[in-house]
Each structure stands twice: as structure tokens, then as C-alpha cells.
């Protein structure tokens, strides 16, 4: 399973770094993506990295803002977020599946979520 954490509340303009780690799988044998979901919203894809560390953004408006690394050593993937803007509010989960994609159905395994709230 994967685990995230490192979500907050934050002012707009400020900055959160989410951790995946790895439960049970290594993730340097997976694509790892985010996706987010805010209140009466669907879950909608962020940004994916994938076993050869390419990555995909499927938010343009987070372009330039958002980065994500792979962390072999320690088996997680970080999602670092810059100048966050009250739009970006919502729970962030990270998935694993064989291949990067913008939808659901290759990922198999999904974290819990993690809370990001911007304000201002």
C-alpha cells in the first residue's frame, strides 16, 4: 500500500512538500501519480512520474509550481508545492500502477489522502 503524508494549511503563496511512501511495495517498480479531489468535485489527476522518472503533468496550472521526485533510498515520492493558491484546496491521494495515466483504472493502489488547504 502506499501512505501519504505532509498536508496543512497553508496561506496562498506558501508552500507544502506531500510524501508517498511505500507500505509492503517498492515503488521504484511503479508509476506513481497524484491525484486530487476537492468537495463536490471528482478525483482528477495531478502529475505522474513513472519507472524511468519521466513526468507527466495533467494540470497545466500547476506547471512551474508543483515538482515530483522519486526517492529510491527511502521508498517514497514526493510532491512539492509551490506558491499554492486557494484553488489547489483539496485531498491529495497517490496511487501506484504500472504505467502513468490520467485515469483511475491502471492504478491499483491508493493511499488514504492527505488534507491541503490554502487560504488567503
Known amino acids: 500500500q502506499v501512505v501519504e503524508s505532509g498536508g496543512g494549511s497553508v496561506q496562498s503563496g506558501g508552500s507544502l512538500r506531500l510524501s508517498c511512501a511505500g507500505s509492503?511495495?517498492?515503488?521504484?517498480?511503479?508509476?506513481v501519480a497524484w491525484f486530487r479531489q476537492a468537495p463536490d468535485d471528482l478525483r482528477e489527476p495531478v502529475v505522474c512520474i513513472n519507472q524511468k522518472d519521466v513526468v507527466s503533468f495533467y494540470d497545466d496550472s500547476v506547471k512551474g509550481r508543483f515538482g515530483i521526485s522519486r526517492d529510491r533510498a527511502s521508498n517514497t515520492i514526493s510532491l512539492q508545492m509551490n506558491s499554492l493558491k486557494p484553488e489547489n484546496t483539496a485531498a491529495y491521494y497517490c496511487?501506484?500502477?504500472?504505467?502513468?495515466?490520467?485515469?483511475?483504472?491502471?492504478?491499483?493502489?491508493w493511499g488514504q489522502g492527505t488534507q491541503v488547504t490554502v487560504t488567503g
Open positions: 509492503g511495495v517498492e515503488l521504484e517498480y511503479y508509476a
Open positions: 496511487t501506484a500502477g504500472p504505467r502513468c495515466s490520467s485515469y483511475n483504472s491502471p492504478y491499483g493502489n
